[in-house]
């Protein structure tokens, strides 16, 4: 059998009773920590769960998935993973994998900053869609995240941009407005007003509205996130102001 | 100061390690069940932080939330709420009112169905604007449920359908049908495929693909969902297939 349990938003102790209990009762534990910045120890959780965790590189799970299905074809094998185990796509795969070879499959679900970004006062329900913002490559230069708030903001929508691993909300927002440049679509805009978010689940969670121009000077850290609020409510705008 | 803390999913083992420690270390805690079907056990909840918890009404933290927000400016309060805590809009009002009155609040995250329904194989980020289905009501109609699915297919993005408590799949199915039948938007109709969820993330979970007319015929009890497809990737149809 293959688990998968969610570590939840930020460290070990996000972990649900569950999860926790799936790890103590599994043959081998694996982790994988390279589809979000996780803000826990592997020491404690080891700790938490009484044995040791393997840590998977992305090819264990991808090109090399093989090895793991196999063993969780005969043994019961659990892989923690950061957040909510399938808002990463790419294990959407390993389970499509593991029922194809009749694994029998599992996900214990936990915390996500998907939903845990209602903290910053705006309503869920008025979201679109969510995407993320990624560095620009050699080859090419993504901006499908620019273009979700374009349709987002037709709809009246907020959007929450999540940044890719070791992006902060500066550089974030120069690699939006190096887009805007090019587009010339007014989306991001240096008055434009946002939401910044930075660690959120943590100890040290910082958020804060403002104009891009205002925002950038401040310090908000990987694992970060930004939101372009779209129509708001009165109540939403008060909290916004109060944050 | 006042602590939410998100009690997840489905029962009480989705509960975190973070939120089981914060309320043991309370002075008083609460649990509100009202605004989901939570399937866990309050005894059990009871025995896990080893104190004794006070159910709440609606009113308690609407209209009179004034007596447990004086209680919180005094002491440490927990209210244990099901999934992730500010989901619920509702209860963003009540971290408003405490900020107001200067009283420290803490939201510790939990696993929601709006992350969860990725175990459908559809990706969380082809999903657009998520709504609740509610029961039409002597006075009026609602139908930005219904709205929610017209935005978001325009834009070939998916679209989840909360059901309301007590509301099963086929109830829900029957309510937007009496809507498209009103507003002839070709939105949802008998050959619509649908995903069909019932009990997410419990060990009793039932999750399917087919056309709404089938899934009626079928019994998926709340809490529950449905999922109507935007575009849709071959890896994730091959998944929806497999279910």
Redo the contacts between chains.
Sequence with gaps: MLTMV?L??W????????G??AAVRSDSVYAELYTADWGGSLKNLEK?IGKEITVLKRNDLEEKSGRILKEAKEKDVTIFVP??P??A?TH??I??EA??KKIPTR?I????A???I??C?L??????????VVKPQKDYEPTSFYDARE?NKK?G?HTLLLLDIGIGVKEGLEILLKIEEKEKKKLVLPETEIVAVSRL?SGKQKIKFGKVRDIKKGKFESPAMVVIPGNIHF?EK??LK?I
Tied chains: 1, 2.
Aim: avoid cysteine.
């Design positions: 969610g939840g938003i460290d070990e102790k996000d972990l649900s009773l569950k926790m209990e938490f957040g909510d399938l808002v796509t959407v795969h389970i499509l029922r194809k996900i679900h936990s915390s996500s998907y939903t845990a209602a903290e006062g309503g869920i329900y008025g979201f679109g869609r969510t995407s993320t349709v709809n929508l689940g109540l008060e909290f109060g």
